[in-house]
Each structure stands twice: as structure tokens, then as C-alpha cells.
């Protein structure tokens, strides 16, 4: 069974950082992309970052430069390093891991809100 467990969600001041983590486990499968999608109170979820197996990595035009994706993959853990926020970062963010063969699955959702 496969578990995506999301961590670092917080409220944090307005040009501040966060860092999220979220390890997936449960799979013998590899992974093929992680992502970070958000959504906001009466918003549609969106896609904000993208990174392949290979290190290939994409961004919502929103986000780059302030935030970066990374993944560990001897860990299957994908990371989401968040600087220079601002409140129309907050949002509900969800890890998205889809595994070669057997789907696309995602974590609980952690919260990041950005006080001004």
C-alpha cells in the first residue's frame, strides 16, 4: 500500500521560508515524476513544481525563483524549498508521486499560510 507522508507546512511572515518533504513508500515500483500542486480556499488546485527521474525540473510561472523542487531518491522523498513567500502563497499543498506501472498518488496536504 502506498503512503505519501507531507511534513513542513506552517505559518510563516510574509518574505519568509519553508521547506516541505514528502516520502513515499509502499511501492517496488520507480518513480517516474514528483509534484507539488497547491490549492487555495475557493481555488482550483494547481500544478506548481515538476521534477522527473532524471533531475528535469519545471515551475509555475508564479513560483520560479522564489521556490525550488528537489528529490532524494535513495529516500523516495521530493522536497520543496519555498522562499520569498507572500500571502498569495497560501494554500493547501499536496505531494503528487506517480510510479512507473502503477499510477499516480498523493499525500494528505500540508498547510502553508503567509501572514502580511
Known amino acids: 500500500q502506498v503512503q505519501l507522508v507531507e511534513s513542513g507546512g506552517g505559518l510563516v511572515e510574509a518574505g519568509g521560508s519553508l521547506k516541505l518533504s514528502c516520502a513515499a513508500s509502499?511501492?517496488?515500483?520507480?518513480?517516474?515524476?514528483m509534484n507539488w500542486y497547491r490549492q487555495a480556499p475557493g481555488k482550483q488546485r494547481e500544478l506548481v513544481a515538476t521534477?522527473?527521474?532524471?533531475?528535469?525540473?519545471n515551475y509555475a510561472d508564479s513560483v520560479k525563483g522564489r521556490f525550488t523542487i528537489s528529490r532524494d531518491n535513495t529516500k523516495n522523498t521530493v522536497f520543496l524549498q519555498m522562499n520569498r513567500l507572500t500571502p498569495e502563497d497560501t494554500a493547501a499543498y499536496y505531494c503528487?508521486?506517480?510510479?512507473?506501472?502503477?499510477?499516480?498518488?498523493w499525500g494528505q496536504g500540508t498547510q502553508v499560510t503567509v501572514s502580511s
Open positions: 521534477i522527473t527521474k532524471s533531475g528535469y525540473t
Open positions: 509502499g511501492s517496488n515500483f520507480k518513480i517516474n515524476s
Open positions: 503528487n508521486v506517480v510510479f512507473q506501472y502503477s499510477g499516480s498518488y
